[in-house]
T-cell receptor
Framework: KAGVTQTPRYLIKTRGQQVTLSCSPI?????VSWYQQTPGQGLQFLFE???????NKGNFPGRFSGRQFSNSRSEMNVSTLELGDSALYLC?????????????FGPGTRLTVL | AQSVSQHNHHVILSEAASLELGCNYS??????LFWYVQYPGQHLQLLLK??????LVKGIKGFEAEFIKSKFSFNLRKPSVQWSDTAEYFC?????????????FGQGTELSVKP
């Protein structure tokens, strides 16, 4: 089975622009979670989608948004980029989206904001 | 707010030494606990998890962890490390009253094993 895939792998943007990142979960997985990884803050939860509905949300500003499609693929969008948004954005999928489920992580998208 | 603390930021060991990485969480309700590992250049992957039953759980590659509820701890152990264990290790918690996939991670511990 193919793992979680994320595109693009690298992105360079300038302040004020917006960006869309894509995540394809493992086939059959219905839950997709997004995390931001930075050297200073570590891994922080952004949001989780299950059956096209946002179920959980972390403490990020409204500039960060996401959605999930009927095939479970997910996108996250960051509008009005700031320098501090430079990070590795990780997507994880799980089969049933329960609290005991293992989350399988993708390779991440490295976003650099100049 | 719920938080996870990993006491050591960087641990350096020689091969065959024993390993124990500390993890404490702040939530008083029922939690599910995970250890993930990130080898250089690779994805985060699950080492082991605990959600009920025997508090001593065994994972892949000879790792184990013990859940001590009274100490809010979930420490990771390995009796004898190998050079290939060099990686970053993350402890994570998911509360039972969540609806699903919301992991709260510790800051991570970088392990360097000298051959």
């Amino acid at each position: 089975k193919a793992g979680v895939t994320q595109t693009p792998r690298y992105l360079i943007k300038t302040r004020g622009q917006q960006v869309t990142l894509s995540c394809s979960p493992i086939s059959g997985h219905r839950s997709v979670s997004w995390y931001q990884q930075t050297p200073g803050q570590g891994l922080q939860f952004l949001f989780e989608y299950f059956s096209e509905t946002q179920r959980n949300k972390g403490n990020f500003p409204g500039r960060f948004s996401g959605r999930q499609f009927s095939n479970s693929r997910s996108e996250m969008n960051v509008s009005t980029l700031e320098l501090g948004d430079s990070a590795l954005y990780l997507c994880a999928s799980s089969l049933r989206g329960t609290v005991t489920d293992t989350q399988y992580f993708g390779p991440g998208t490295r976003l650099t904001v100049l | 707010a719920q938080s996870v603390s990993q006491h050591n930021h960087h641990v350096i060991l020689s091969e065959a030494a024993s390993l124990e990485l500390g993890c404490n969480y702040s939530y008083g309700g029922t939690v599910n606990l995970f250890w993930y590992v990130q080898y250089p250049g690779q994805h985060l992957q699950l080492l082991l998890k605990y959600f009920s039953g025997d508090p001593l759980v065994k994972g892949i590659k000879g790792f184990e962890a013990e859940f001590i509820k009274s100490k809010f701890s979930f420490n990771l152990r390995k009796p004898s490390v190998q050079w290939s264990d060099t990686a970053e290790y993350f402890c994570a918690v998911n509360e039972n009253n969540n609806q699903g996939g919301k992991l709260i991670f510790g800051q991570g511990t970088e392990l360097s094993v000298k051959p």
